[in-house]
């Protein structure tokens, strides 16, 4: 910060929109409170003066670059203050030491300490500090810190609380009771007023963050794409308008070439390289712009040596800077700038070294991305022996972050090594899987890459290979209810072959009414309660790609106390199911699920089923969660409207960790919500499982409601490796 600015900072007790304006850059970085421990509004006491010389001389060291004799200082200042009960200078102690371990690439250790300063800062007395003010420093840090691990639990919840903050800013400050901060509209008519248009620029970009995080690339790239319009069209720019301007086209440029808008994403970059040499535009970013407009440029038929050297030059001055993640990404383009120009072993040198050196760095989402890359050169030069390998750490890190989008690649560049290594079935249902997360994102670059694959792939699938990938799940299902309730039974014939598959699906039970719905491609049969058992089939064709459910349904009571109904398809014993049912006190629905490959290998999820009941009057909104007892990432999505709920990355039952994502919580507890409609009895929960490791026997998922006395079990799924008695061949 530049003196003038020091000043403002230090008199906030005469704190000015103006001034105001000036300080809340550093909300657009990760802050620093070196310079507001200045003149305070209340009277010396005796060990203020103390503390601040103590404190002084830690910043001092630490802008030499001394930084482990300035966080022992900042130790001693934190000792000191705690021994007087001083929550203002200890808060200051503990930001401080924050950005010690941010510096350390320690995110967790830096959060604690951010979180430790935050609430020191809420004990400090308000006439001394102006809280909304550092509320909003500190929990945009933690934001940040946040972000940078996945928590996306904590981004919400952080998100929340600064709302709050800008509330009582606007409320204070302004007059204005009660906004409502509508972060969908940014005509809105608090923007009009000269400083919250800036608190809602914070906002928004937090906002995209989630959205970003939560997979809704649209919507977050709708409010960059508003906020950076609306600061091209300030008419008196200064620096920090060109700060947030700088930011929003950097996240433009990332989320525009995740989801295959690179036209778009290059004309963001030209927009940022054009603000080169304003004052406050992060150095790095304009650096990695120049390296990919090079790699454009070249591609695009110019002549290497007219850019080359630029490029060149760009990673040299990100290597003598600080540290970024920004400086790997220029990096790995100019990489690809040696491969597209011929110098493949260079290329392929450099990226081992860069990677070795991001492992050491513990970067793991940054570190996914140049994973890809290099699988891709590798599959490019016919050196497939580390491929595989590269990918599954990839898209394990991926996960881990919650960056779901990113997987799409990661299932392009799998199926292409599938395919290329004759292994045609596992080709086709990765590419099936990126499919329809490309369908999600809308993503028509990989769309067209993995269809690409899909119809290579098919050449060596004939239709009797793509009817014995029919698969009938679950294997085993048992339903419990209370007396005069239904008993339900779902199973699913799967086709994820690239032909039709027709055959015969069999019911053998007390059958009584049926009924085929062919648009749904359904098919509903009752149970009777007595009665001789006979069997029901009916020939089906099954589209590539896509499934047909069975139903089964039965009213319990005292006379239907227990029974049990069996399902084969084309006669085949490897593909029977069985169906029971019984009379109990409490709801609960247990299923058995085989899985070999998604045992085995991280990119095959495992589909699993629960219905829950419902007993209540009209409509209502209920918790929902799922455990397991074994790691796995576990996708739960709405089987009436087909929307994603949440994404459990480790099946642990909350939704606050690394990786963890959340789209329905109008409860604001961060767990996810699930409509239960009271003229339709019970909601349907599909749950995609995605093993972490193979080691375990088999996997338990447990399926829990939040009640008015705490989390109810629903039912259980199973997922073993092989049918039981039976040999699966994957």
């Known amino acids: ?72 200082l900042l130790l001693r200042q934190e000792a000191r203050a705690r021994e007087v009960d001083d929550a203002y200078w200890l808060y200051l102690a503990l930001w401080e030491q924050a950005l010690h371990y941010a510096r350390l690439r320690e995110p967790t250790r830096a959060i604690q300490l951010y979180e430790e300063a935050y609430q020191s800062l809420l004990e400090c007395e308000k006439e001394r500090v102006r809280q909304w003010f550092f509320r909003l420093m500190l929990l945009n840090n933690l934001q940040l810190k946040n972000r940078s691990v996945g928590r996306f639990g904590e981004m919400l919840r952080l998100h929340r609380l600064a709302e709050d903050a800008a509330k009582e800013y606007l409320a204070e400050v302004h007059g204005i009771a009660d906004p409502q901060l509508d972060l969908y509209d940014l005509d809105s008519p608090h923007l009009a007023v000269d400083f919250p248009s800036r608190t809602l620029d914070l906002l928004v970009l937090h906002q995209s963050d989630l959205r970003e995080h939560a997979g809704e690339h649209e919507a977050s790239i709708l409010l960059l794409q508003r906020m950076a319009e609306k600061l091209e069209n300030i008419a008196r720019h200064d620096a920090w308008t060109r700060l947030d301007q700088g930011r929003a086209y950097s996240k433009l440029i990332w989320q525009l070439n995740l989801i295959g808008r690179t036209s778009e994403a290059d004309d963001y970059s030209q927009r940022l390289l054009e603000l080169e040499g304003v004052r406050h535009v992060p150095g790095y970013h304009l650096l990695r712009e120049r390296v990919h407009a090079a790699r454009r440029a070249i591609r695009a038929g110019e002549p290497p040596e007219e850019f080359l050297p630029g490029a060149e030059e760009a990673v040299r001055q990100l290597r003598e800077g600080r540290y970024s993640p920004a400086m790997f990404e220029a990096e790995s383009a100019l990489i690809r700038i040696y491969a597209f120009l011929g110098r493949n072993e260079r290329a392929l040198s450099m990226f081992d070294d860069l990677i070795e050196e991001m492992r050491d760095a513990s970067i793991d989402l940054v570190l996914a991305h140049r994973l890809m890359d290099r699988a891709e050169l590798r599959i490019t030069l016919d050196k497939l022996e580390d491929v595989e390998a590269d990918l599954f750490e990839a898209i394990r890190f991926l996960r881990e972050s919650g960056m779901w989008i990113d997987e799409i690649r990661a299932y392009r560049i799998y199926s292409r090594y599938l395919a290329k290594t004759g292994r045609a079935t596992e080709a086709l249902r990765v590419a099936n899987r990126g499919l329809f997360l490309a369908e999600r994102f809308n993503n028509d670059s990989h769309r067209g890459a993995l269809q690409r694959v899909r119809d290579r792939v098919s050449e060596a699938i004939d239709a ?79 589209e590539p790609g896509k499934q047909v459910v069975l139903f089964l349904e039965t009213a319990v009571n005292e006379n239907n106390n227990r029974g049990e109904a069996t399902i084969t398809w084309n006669g085949r014993e490897d593909q029977t199911a069985t169906w029971s049912y019984d009379l109990g006190p409490e709801q609960k629905v247990t299923s058995l699920v085989t899985g070999n490959l998604a045992m085995e290998n991280p990119f095959f999820p495992m589909p699993m089923y629960h219905e829950i009941y419902y007993r209540g009057g009209g409509d209502d909104i209920r918790n929902i969660r799922v455990r397991s007892s074994h790691p796995a990432r576990i996708e739960l999505v709405d089987g009436t409207t087909r929307n994603l709920l949440a994404v459990d990355a480790t099946g642990d039952g909350a939704f606050d960790g690394p990786g963890d994502i959340l789209l329905v919580d109008t409860h604001r507890n961060n767990f996810p919500e699930l409509m239960l409609k009271g003229d339709e009895g019970m909601a349907i929960v599909e749950l995609y499982v995605f093993p972490h490791a193979a080691e375990a026997d088999q996997i338990e998922i447990g399926v829990e409601l939040l009640e008015e006395n705490g989390w109810t079990p629903l039912g259980t799924s199973t997922l073993v490796p092989t049918r039981v008695g039976k040999e699966t061949d994957p």
Not at 475 to 486: D, L
Not at 517 to 535: C, D, F, K, Q, S
């Open 1 to 72: 910060m530049s003196d003038p600015i020091i000043t403002q900072c230090r008199r906030l007790s005469t704190l000015k929109t103006t001034a105001f304006r000036l300080t809340f850059f550093a909300l657009t970085v990760c802050l620093t409170p070196a310079s507001l421990s200045g003149q305070d509004a209340e009277p010396a006491r005796p060990h203020d003066e103390e503390i601040r010389e103590i404190r002084q001389e830690a910043l001092r060291l630490v802008r030499e670059r001394d930084f482990e004799a300035g966080y022992a």
């Open 464 to 542: 009797d290979l793509s009817e014995a990938l029919v698969d009938l799940q679950p294997i085993q299902m048992t339903a419990t209810v209370a007396a005069n309730e239904f008993a339900r039974g779902r199973f699913v014939v799967i086709n994820p072959g690239i032909t039709s598959a027709e055959g015969t699906l069999e019911v053998q039970g007390r059958i009584g009414a049926h009924h085929w719905n062919a648009g749904r491609g359904a098919w509903a049969v009752e149970i009777l309660p007595e009665g001789e058992e006979t069997l029901l089939s009916r020939r089906i064709v099954v």
